[in-house]
């Protein structure tokens, strides 16, 4: 059974009760943001928590890790807001 | 720091971290009679080990670890209140207090005795292209394939050291990913006799080796030796990891030859995460052969006088079957300073067990301090070495050269955070510390690092905490 979710405003369906990086990069979305220095782009390396590359922000709640966080129906999802909790 | 709690709660054990160690501490606990709260940063209980497959995946082809889902069942039914999506992200004063963040904003727990059952990361060693989409951990293509049935790639190398590649490797397989090869930096895998004879003593262990090793030779898998990452290279996009380039271990930066992939996992073992351990003043020291800090405990996991224990690998890296024992024994020896009984008199000799076992295990493989010295030496400058802050490997040998303290044996790590900004991004140095020692010439990282917030909180929330309005709070947020 799949859940519909919204990524940075386009509707993307996920498996329901994925983690959201799955989902993401199931939908082809590797690039979760661009490097607030460099520029270049960034996808998840840790999936565990730990090094805080697919932060996103869910249902407005910024600095959101998408690998501890699981896709529910209607979530809405904006990539490209990493490292706002720095 | 306190100032007025936002939600005051209290607990006679407080057990962050729900893998095998917290959960099988915090079932005994609770089991006789202790007040204990599990508190988790996953949307469920599990830990890594036991992480719980999606429910899409169990209903296609069930819990690949149900012991996982008994032992969740178990400590619930023992009574223990579980918090889940809820993270640590420092420590009160008083040493007893966790300062937590979670679905309903920050919270505080005070609680009698703690036990640290964080357990650990995987380590990853900088090299060009480290920081490409599609270059991931390990144990996230195992989290991808076992929890969510998602394939990191159609076409993937598997890069690091450690026994951890193979049954990974395996998952892929399950999946219908073609497994370009696996890399790994030492020549475990060329067993001596005396190295055959000693892991016969470990039976299961072993057939459950030749199981994966008889799986990858039925696919052709090429297990390669003494092979580190050189490089990895983009797709024309420039988004996505294209090849990479695989050295000898011994000359990192002289290519072999290169292999098209469309995802690069890496890892070269584990480490602990002791960043809790360190904001509640617990002793740590340095291990010569991993480089990582170890917290120092008596054998019952007891941080000095202290009401702390450490338990499963965030006290060193033992495996999921070491983690379980650790469990038991911290829980008989909380039971014991409370004069109750219903601890498992067993577990120590476990625990020894499975301890003699990994020891083995760790020795087949390369010492990590010397691994990560040799593949930071032969780094370019160029290099970023501090993915959240952007440092290269040039800025900081730069700056260990300006802040050399040689009766330190090598640079002052200190001075050269401050004059590089290494580790002083979002994710704490978790990624990138170990590599700054070891690039300053350090045998081991420095205690005395961690600092809150350790994981990420919102600045309202901590100001929330602080009962202070947001403009006035003090720099917490580092």
Known sequence: ?86 | MTGAPVSPDACDVAVVGGGPAGLTAARRLAAAGLSVTVLDEQPELGGQYYRRPSAAVIERGGDHRPAGGRLIGAVRDAGADCRTDTSVWGVADDGRTLLLSGPAGVATLTARYLIIATGAYERVIPFPGWELPGVTTVGFAQHLAAGDGIRVGERVLLAGSGPFLLPVACSLLDLGVHVVGIAEAGTPYRLSGRGLLTAASFPARLAEFARYVARLARHRVPLWQDRVVARADASPAGDHVASVTLAATGTPATPVASYAVDALCVGIGFRPQSEIARLLGCSLSGDPWSGDLLPVTDPTGRAGQSDVYLAGEARGIGGAGRAAADGEVVAAAILDREGRPGGDRRAAARQRRHARFAGHNARLYPAAAELTRRLTAALPDDVHVCRCEAVTAGQVRAAAAVAAAPQHGGADLGAVRALTRAGMGPCQGRECQATVAALCGAVAEPAGMARMPARPVPVADIAQLAGTPVASTPEVTG
């Open chain 1, 1 to 86: 059974m799949n859940a519909r979710i919204e990524v940075d405003g386009e509707t993307v369906s996920a498996p329901r009760g994925a983690m959201l990086t799955a989902a993401l990069i199931a939908a082809g979305r590797w690039v979760l943001r661009a490097h607030p220095v460099t520029g270049t782009p960034r996808g998840p390396l840790c999936g565990m928590g730990v090094c805080l590359e697919c932060e996103v922000t869910v249902d407005g709640r910024p600095a959101t890790r998408a690998c501890l966080t699981r896709v529910t129906d209607g979530m809405r999802v904006w990539t490209g807001t990493g490292g706002s909790a720095s």
